[in-house]
């Protein structure tokens, strides 16, 4: 399937069927039935999963749970096409190595016939349900679901059961630096402390501030508005060239349409400038975004 077919397909077979399987597969309280029972040996698992870490010790919380009450709900596997009478693991990975520690010889599965599109889908669906998911990750999964398969975040939140103003919230934080990025992985900010920082010219720096002094998610959006209403001196500049009639009319035009105020610079010497957007708040700013992608 080409990128463009994906895009097309919209729902295609189901975001929501495949998301009520990854669901419904997950639900300690809904235990399902297996199709049958498979060799621990004739499973391999996808090459294509997101999910890379396991960590030692949950598996091995798993695999002692699993030695006491065995395989509550079954693995999601679809047949090997390289490999007949061997299956490929769908959903349900760390089940299939928890079982592994535990010495079981065969697990409970329930076989699907999913594309590979589908197999890819449904892993970053499981992946996003993970109760340990950091933002991050959660907001990739986000966007892995909306740029290579196409969905919206309306398509999202209607399936995921998440409101659409969380899924834009997560995913904003993809826009921030780097190193705050791993502040977020590592534990050593939270989603809220994140959000404060999104667009701030100065986020790594706050970021660090908020680190050092312990500070409560309050306390940094102080600290970020603060920031904002005074920002650091700049080294003196030279003065800069007043504005053609054409460039401030055109301002004045994308400002109207936009509904924000609009700055352009033009390069001294050269046909390139910048243009800048300036957005009062986290909605305005999702209203243009959403306007940029045609959503």
């Known amino acids: 399937m080409t990128e463009k077919q994906i895009k097309n397909r919209g729902l295609g077979r189901g975001l929501s069927a495949l998301m009520a399987d990854v669901t419904t597969e997950s639900s300690p309280d809904r235990p399902r039935r297996a199709d049958q029972r498979v060799p621990i040996e004739n499973l391999r698992p996808n090459p294509d999963q997101p999910r890379r870490s396991f960590a030692e010790d ?3 919380e ?9 395989i509550i709900q079954p693995l999601i596997v679809r047949p090997d096409a390289t490999n007949a009478g061997a299956f ?4 349900g990975e760390r089940r299939w190595r928890a079982a592994q520690l535990a010495q079981l010889h065969d697990v409970p599965v329930i076989v699907r016939d999913y594309s590979d599109t589908e197999v890819l889908e449904v892993a970053i669906i499981e ?27 309306e398509q999202l939140a209607a399936a995921l059961g998440k409101s659409r103003s969380h899924i834009a919230n997560q995913m904003r934080l993809l826009s921030l630096p780097d190193d705050v990025q791993a502040f977020l992985v590592q534990g050593r900010l939270t989603a809220g ?4 920082l999104v667009g701030h010219p100065r986020a790594s720096e706050l970021a660090r501030r908020m680190i050092q002094g312990g500070m409560s ?26 504005k053609d009639a054409d460039t401030v009319q055109i301002e004045r035009e994308l400002a109207a349409t936009l509904g924000m105020s609009v700055s352009i610079d033009q390069t001294p010497g050269t046909e390139g400038g910048r243009l800048t957007l300036h957005y009062k708040d ?5 209203d243009l975004l959403r306007a940029l992608s045609g959503d």
């Open 58 to 60: 949950a598996l091995a």
């Open 62 to 70: 798993l695999a002692a749970s699993i030695r006491e009450k065995g």
């Open 88 to 91: 490929e693991i769908v959903a």
């Open 127 to 153: 992946n996003i349900q993970r109760a340990d998911l950091n933002a991050i990750d959660e907001a990739a999964g986000y966007r892995q679901l909306m740029d290579r398969f196409g969905h919206t975040q």
């Open 193 to 196: 402390h994140a959000r404060t």
């Open 217 to 242: 998610v309050r306390d940094a959006e102080a600290l970020v508005r603060k920031a904002t209403d005074a920002p650091p001196k700049a080294a003196p500049r030279r003065a800069v060239a007043a």
């Open 282 to 286: 986290l909605a305005q700013l999702d």
